[in-house]
């Protein structure tokens, strides 16, 4: 297995909140960031300049000398942005949790996938170390490679099929995606009638924290486990004039009480 991530560049394809966190992660790790590409110049130029790279927005002017290729962009241009790309003898790999590894097959030879699954925004650092990195590669000297660069960042590397690396994807819009929105609605109910939602964030804390020491089943609490029907009832009538958020608990409320 390789082991000097030193000698093996990376050129990055995507300058958003994943490519970003996982560039200064690498940089950060001595692992060579030679190029960034992003098809908007201020973003590619802004990401660049806090590596210390070169960048295009032109992808007739990407390094083809580097060893990696890391396509951290869009699942929707995704393929469009390969497309675009020439081809070259480097390993190419894309970041989406949802796409499958040979959407490069017909494009290059090596490929893989290399998905860090979190949650990034370019604003908030994020330790990698205990991030689970999920890999996946054509052959299997490219797939030591992926794990090696890896193993630099982060203690929880696994090898993944894509219909494995998808199930957790799916999962994790459940236990990320849809978990912050309900963060969301809640400070909306709370800031339309004047009051402060920051107030809710000792709950929250202690809510994600409970599930380290107990199954999220049994760490369930609230009206809807206690099937307390005169509660949901009045919550139901508060939300008279917010018939989506009416219809979204009734639908969780049951799928709660079973």
């Known amino acids: 297995m390789p082991t000097d991530t030193s000698s093996y560049p990376v050129v990055f394809v995507g ?6 966190c996982l560039a200064v992660a690498m940089r950060d790790k001595k692992i060579p960031i030679i190029q960034i590409f992003s ?3 201020t973003s590619a130029k802004a990401l660049a300049s806090r590596i210390g790279c070169a960048w295009t927005n032109d992808p007739d002017k990407i390094r083809t000398d580097a060893a990696l290729y890391i396509f951290a962009v869009r699942d929707d241009v995704l393929v469009e942005t390969i497309g675009k790309i020439p081809p070259n003898g480097g390993l190419w790999v894309h970041t989406a ?8 097959g017909d494009t290059v030879n090596r490929y893989g996938v290399f998905y860090p699954m979190q949650t990034f925004s370019k604003a908030r650092p994020v330790s990698f170390h205990s991030i689970p ?6 052959s299997a000297s490219d797939g030591l ?13 696994h090898f993944l ?13 459940f236990a990320s995606s849809f ?19 920051r107030l809710l964030l000792p709950l929250i804390d202690e809510t994600a924290a409970k599930v380290h ?6 760490a369930q609490t609230g009206p809807a486990v206690r099937h307390d029907v005169a509660v949901m009832k009045k919550h139901l009538d508060m939300l008279d004039h917010e018939t989506d958020l009416k219809e979204l608990y009734r639908l969780i409320s049951r799928n709660i009480h079973g």
């Open 39 to 41: 098809r908007k110049a």
């Open 15 to 20: 300058s958003g909140n994943l490519a970003t």
């Open 179 to 197: 978990t912050n929105r309900m963060y969301a609605i809640a400070c909306h109910l709370l800031e339309r009638k004047g009051l402060d939602g």
């Open 161 to 173: 099929s894509s219909e494995q690396r998808q199930q957790f994807h799916l999962a994790a819009v």
């Open 97 to 104: 949790g949802s796409m499958p590894m040979d959407i490069f």
């Open 213 to 218: 020491d107990l199954p999220a089943v049994k």
């Open 133 to 138: 990195i999920f890999i996946e590669a054509s």
């Open 145 to 157: 490679l992926l794990q090696s660069i890896a193993a630099c960042l982060s203690r929880e590397v």
